[in-house]
């Protein structure tokens, strides 16, 4: 079978290569990909930025995924032939402090799919069955394969933010993260409103509009006046930063209110500012990374009643076989979460 991998440790350096359909073990699960997600981490990754200089090329890539058991271990009853799956992709050690605490998705030893071990962009992945999240027989899979990236916004309103009906949000950021955080956050009742920069006025912030919320582009508009219009001068209850850029925190303190809430989803890497105004305005920083079960389930309710508006956030204008051309238009704003149907590239 082919992959989709990483070949080299420079910018760029993505190719097709031949890969053989793995075996599974007594405790793996054979998966049939069959629609596959580009993240962020997958463009980060083509960028070759510092945080995937552990990775060993050649790797396959990709671990937002759904997909169908052909074949399960001798140990796995959970799953069976036929199943409909996504996975976890944040694969746990079980024996760290983290772990056995129950916070897999910090673990202090993980291995991450797509990264550390060949990803999803090929035909089949063998998964150890513990981290498989089961869907249900009757769910869209393309809907399916965003169940991650929407898990990772579940947790950052739902377990890691304040958002309670009524409060002022503002969630920096239309691209993935943004928009899904921001639905989440409606869901929630938040009153939300999304802002973003220049390359995100042609098609990133006029879907966040056709989603029902209020934009605000900080390239032509100033954000103090926009806190003041959207909250009465007060400032936003919670603040979401999902842009990855270093002046997301700054921004993000500018725009909370006092005793407000900034919950982090980005990762910015360096930033600096002032402490004082955090210190004096006895403004709350929460950070939230990545998802548990809980998190799982909760996205995949969601997704499945139609809180999240998965097919405005889904984009199939592109093929697996051209993915650089994906990431462009993800690099300039012109997409927010392309889905692959992977099943192109099977031999």
Do not use: W
């Not at 799982?296 to 499945?304: G, H, P, Q, S, V």
């Not at 051309?325 to 889905?339: D, L, M, N």
């Amino acid at each position: 079978m082919r992959g989709l991998a990483k070949v080299a440790r420079q910018e760029g350096s993505l190719e097709l290569i031949e890969r053989p359909t793995p075996t599974p073990g007594p405790d793996d699960v054979l998966v049939e990909v069959k629609y596959a997600g580009l993240c962020g981490s997958d463009v980060g990754i083509y960028e070759f930025k510092s945080a995937f200089e552990r990775m060993n090329p050649p790797t396959v890539i990709g671990h937002e995924y759904a997909g169908r058991v052909r074949k399960v271990g001798s140990n796995v009853t959970t799953f069976s032939p036929g199943d409909a799956v996504v996975e976890r992709p944040i694969r746990p050690c079980g024996d760290c402090y983290q772990c056995r605490v129950g916070e897999p998705n910090i673990c202090q030893q993980p291995e991450l799919t797509g990264i550390d071990h060949d990803g999803a962009y090929e035909p089949y992945i063998c998964v150890p069955a513990d981290v498989l999240h089961p869907v249900p027989a009757t769910m869209d899979l393309r809907h399916a394969a965003i169940i991650e990236p929407t898990a990772i916004t579940t947790r950052a309103v739902i377990t890691n933010s304040r958002v309670s009906p009524g409060d002022r949000v503002l969630v920096e950021g239309p691209g993935p993260m943004g928009l899904l955080s921001a639905q989440v956050a409606a869901a929630q009742g938040g009153d939300v409103v999304v802002s973003g920069v220049g390359r995100d006025t042609k098609y990133r912030l006029p879907l966040a509009r056709e989603l029902g919320f209020e934009t605000i582009d900080i390239s032509s508009q100033d954000i103090a006046e926009c806190r003041d219009e959207f909250t009465d001068t007060i400032g936003f209850d919670v603040v979401f930063d999902t842009t990855g850029h270093p002046s997301g925190l700054k921004t993000a303190v500018q725009s909370v209110r006092k005793g407000g809430q900034v919950v982090l989803i980005g990762q910015t890497g360096e930033t600096k500012m002032s402490y004082v105004p955090l210190v004096r305005s006895e403004i709350d920083i929460q950070c939230s990374y990545s998802a548990t079960y809980e998190d799982f389930e909760r996205a995949l309710r969601m997704l499945n009643s139609g809180a999240i508006d998965a097919d405005a956030i889904i984009d199939e204008r592109f093929s697996l076989l051209d993915a650089e051309k994906a990431i462009r238009s993800f690099q300039s704003g012109e997409t927010v979460k392309p889905v692959f149907d992977v099943t192109e590239i099977e031999d």
